[in-house]
């Protein structure tokens, strides 16, 4: 693995993310299309989309053709732009586990790891950067049931290390909205739910963590949408992001209207939901019961 920003994983993320958004513009800038882009480099249209989205690594070679179609000849701008491939393409942390995280995932943790602020609404279970390690290792062995228990542990490894990024400094704000039936779920027995349910309480009291329950019964949203998350970055020129998994992929979604419509879903899903005040009293209440 390499060293520097390798081993978080974030710097790699945004410099990829940064990267792409730049070629993204100044191949709009010269009015050329991504066919025309995928061409140039014998690669296809939706390559090209890729690239610019910052989800896959960057050969040097192939910046150096786009720039050139580009009309880039600036030494100055050409060798900075080509020296981001070379931040762009350390290794991340994950990559030690590419045997356990699916690719598809994978762009997500650089995401995560890049964002300021990460928003998420929660319909089945507790988000999996406040899940304790034994109700992550019950969740992960619903969803896997064959699989090895090897597995199934680096699987909660990888989940473990993502929640450094809550004392990491200078970490992202989580803005989180959990189902009230997620909280009664006995995933894993009743005392994997009740440290669940406490270490939820914990981290619920920590500034940087606005944690709200959307109470049983409510029939409005949450009727209409799954589980999702936004990302926002700390970089101006970098555009949010939705994140929609399903059960063997994702979607990524950054089109300006549709970020702008799942903002506005979570706005209302906070709107509707019991303050941070009240949630933190029906956790207190909910680890009373017996």
């Known amino acids: 693995m390499s060293s520097g920003t390798g081993q978080t ?12 958004s730049q070629l993204r513009r100044l191949r709009e800038a010269q009015g050329v299309s991504r066919e025309a882009a995928g061409y140039e480099i ?16 960057f050969k040097e070679r192939d910046v150096a053709d786009l720039l050139s179609l580009y009309g880039v ?54 988000p999996g950067l406040l899940q304790t ?14 699989a090895p228990q090897q ?24 803005v989180v909205v959990i189902d009230e039936a997620a909280l009664r779920r ?45 990302l926002a970055f700390r970089e101006p020129d970098l555009a949010e992001v939705v994140y929609l998994e399903q059960f063997t992929t994702a979607l990524y979604l950054d089109r300006p209207r549709e970020v702008a419509e799942y903002a506005e879903s979570l706005e209302r899903l906070r709107a509707d939901s019991l303050t941070p005040e009240r949630s933190r009293e029906l956790l ?4 009373q019961e017996p």
Not at 163 to 173: S, T, Y
């Open 9 to 20: 994983g974030s710097g790699v993320t945004v410099r990829r993310l940064l990267l792409g």
């Open 42 to 57: 014998r690669a296809s249209e939706s390559k090209i989309g890729r690239m610019e989205l910052g989800r896959v690594s």
């Open 73 to 126: 000849n600036d030494p100055d701008q050409r060798g900075d732009l080509l020296s981001m491939v070379r931040a762009a393409n350390a290794t991340p942390w994950w990559h030690a586990y590419a045997d356990v995280v699916p690719g598809w995932f994978q762009s997500y943790l650089g995401f995560e790891e890049a964002a300021g602020t990460i928003s998420s609404y929660e319909v089945q279970f507790v």
């Open 133 to 146: 390690e034994e109700y992550a290792r019950a969740v992960i062995r619903l969803g896997a049931q064959s």
């Open 151 to 174: 597995e199934i542990e680096r699987r909660v490894e990888v989940r473990m290390h993502r929640q450094r990024l809550l004392v990491r400094e200078g970490g992202p704000r989580l």
């Open 186 to 230: 006995p995933c894993g027995g009743p005392a994997v739910m009740r440290g669940q349910l406490t270490r939820l309480l914990e981290l619920a009291e920590q500034p940087q963590i606005e944690l709200q329950v959307l109470p049983l019964g409510f029939d409005g949203l949450s009727a209409e949408t799954g589980a999702f998350s936004l």
């Open 284 to 287: 207190r209440t909910l680890l």
